[in-house]
């Protein structure tokens, strides 16, 4: 049976044994994470752990996995120039870190343009994978979000910039836009300051086209529509409300979708025209149809009968128009297909 040992860092420290591997395997069913616990097969410095064992930083843990999961999760690139990285985000994985010691796309990312030598103006495309498919990847066995080796040489990631230390220099990254954690799909990163204060216009401006594919609830009536409501968050409980009518705090959003096909379970592609928090999941749960797999804002009692324990929402289709100023990019669609 395969180990997997990694140290500690700093910023883990106290934090639950469990919720640690939680982030460090985002990948590992949950299924398999109770077994590794009820076979007594996690032990820090040598000593078995349990869920609630609070970890110290410098200790070792070690993790003995089924060999059926003994491969890491990848990140997917989906295209990659000199200013732009695009990837297919896995479910599971939050884009910045959101736990102490969680390892983020952000990290990862950083952690691949680092590995590469910079690239020319020469765009690098790879062909998106199929539901179920590997992917192009990169992978990141045994990292945590501090000291990651790299081959032969070891990369510092500094958490408090936008940049990334190691032999050659400094590289930025930062993401462009954010997706739910639950959520998989494309996630678009900038290499550089000016591609990311191009972007983050050019999303503001909404010159960004952004299409979701999805599983629902029911059928929706009309098949094809573009609702408008107001959106209010409650910061405090991590939740949305979605409002008919306005009021002090809320904001504005539409959400347009057409069903691609019917019956108990139907599936959506939803245009994402504006892009506020929890948007498309509280919209089309306030609309009657809630998205498969979302027990927070959805049918639990439903989910449990579909089997369905997690998110079925996928950012699918992306389309860049940026006046000319990345003209890699201006007037390109990427699409990729949903894992469900």
Known sequence: MPVRKTVIPPDA?????????????????????????????VKLDGVRADRDTPVHAGQTLSVFLPASHEESPVLRIVYEDEDVLLVNKPAGVSVESDEPGSLSLTDLCRLHTQSRPILSTAAHSFEPPAAGEPGAAFPFRNLNRRDCPLGSSLVSVDLGTDEISATGGHRFLAPVHRLDNKTCGLCLFAKNPRAHAVLLEAFKQRTVEKYYICLVRGIPKPPAATCSAFLLKDAARGVVQILDQNRPGARPITTGYETLSAGPVSRLRVHLITGRTHQIRAHLAA??????????????????????????????????????????????????????
């Open 13 to 41: 420290e106290g934090m639950k044994t469990g919720l640690f591997l939680r982030r460090l395997l985002p990948s590992l069913p949950e299924s398999v994470l109770r077994k590794i616990f009820a076979a007594r097969d």
């Open 287 to 340: 609309l009657g149809h809630p998205v498969l797999g979302d027990d927070l804002y959805g049918d639990r009692s439903f989910n449990r009968l579909q089997k369905s324990r997690s998110l079925k929402l996928c950012a699918a289709e992306l389309t860049l128009h940026t006046e000319g100023q990345l003209p890699n990019l201006d007037g390109k669609t990427f699409k990729i297909n949903p894992p469900f």
